[in-house]
């Protein structure tokens, strides 16, 4: 195994390993939902230099345009991302959806949506179906939308179509 001290020996996939590692060392029964939350961002917040991230409400859910240079405006992807419905947001996955962006030529709206505990189910649900409303609003067709998430969110995308 790569030893964390040389860092530029590390696969981006080592480095992940590393933060998850780290991450879940500190979490005990004691840990709240909140603090699991601010762990899991701040390991893996960050926003590329190659795209463009702006946030936005998509008709009252906190969202996020994440851009790469260059991106038609007639087309978006939806994105939900992963966290068991409990963690996770934009911020912990902005590097993964910059990439997806990136690699489709695509602008990518990334939502924010309710997590439990404090919001039960179906408040995700409806915040992805109000965010694809949002697209909606802004002039775009069903076939010019298309949905993406990871874990969770791909559960939510299921669930929204």
Sequence with gaps: ???????????????????????????????????????????????????????????????????????????AILYCHGGGFRIGSVASHRDLIARLAEAAGCRVLAINYRLAPEHRFPAALNDAQTA???????????AEIAFAGDSAGGNLVLGAM
């Design 1 to 75: 195994m790569a030893d964390p001290a040389n860092d530029f020996e590390l696969t981006p996939v080592d480095r992940a390993i590393e933060r998850l590692r780290a991450i879940y060392r500190n979490w005990t029964r004691d840990r709240s939902v909140a603090q699991m939350r601010s762990d899991w961002d701040a390991a893996f917040a960050g926003c590329p230099a190659s795209v463009q991230c702006r946030q936005v409400s998509a008709g009252g859910v906190d969202a996020e345009w994440i851009a790469p240079p260059g991106a038609p405006h007639d087309k």
């Design 132 to 142: 694809y409303r949002y697209l909606r609003d802004q002039g775009l067709r069903p």
